[in-house]
């Protein structure tokens, strides 16, 4: 007696998913540069989203720059010195900015970069897209604890 064949049947795709379709993300996911910081204080100073977190002795911050701001315009006022004061280290994410020193020397920051800048000067955002710089500082030490010159000098 001759074996009997049984028909091989291929497994059954759920009718809503056919040879073509791809899975897609139901949600869009957030741009992470400038979504919400978990665990850090966030406020906004002049126009700029300022994030802020402790690691160790240091400060963590993320700032969010907007396109057509500038130091000059819109944090003098509120400091009330004619030049930022502040050093600031990190990295540049996003965007592009530059930064006028007291001597008129000017330097162009564009991401991806790594920046140090010292203390006394003005600085702006180039173009339409948002600058985001994360940061790294030791509140007023932070010249002495890295090292920095208290000025810009060549």
């Not at 690691?55 to 911050?61: D, E, I, L, N």
Request: with cysteine; proline share 6%; hydrophobic share 40%.
């Amino acid at each position: 007696m001759a074996k009997k064949k049984t028909a091989r049947t291929k497994p059954r795709r759920s009718p809503a998913r056919s040879k073509t379709a791809r899975r897609q993300p139901s949600v869009k996911t957030r741009d992470p540069l400038v979504a919400a910081v978990r665990g850090a204080d966030g406020r906004t100073v002049g126009r700029v989203r300022l994030d802020v977190g402790r690691a160790g002795a240091a400060r963590v911050k993320r700032m969010i720059y907007p396109a057509g701001f500038r130091w000059s315009v819109d944090m003098k006022p509120i400091v009330g010195t004619d030049l930022c004061m502040h050093a600031h280290v990190g990295f540049l994410a996003r965007g592009e900015i530059h930064i006028e020193y007291a001597d008129g020397c000017v330097v162009e920051h564009k991401a991806p970069q790594i920046v140090a800048i010292e203390p006394g000067h003005d600085g702006w955002v180039v173009g339409n897209e948002p600058v985001v710089l994360i940061e790294f500082d030791f509140e007023g030490e932070t010249v002495g604890r890295l090292g920095m010159p208290d000025a810009h000098r060549h």
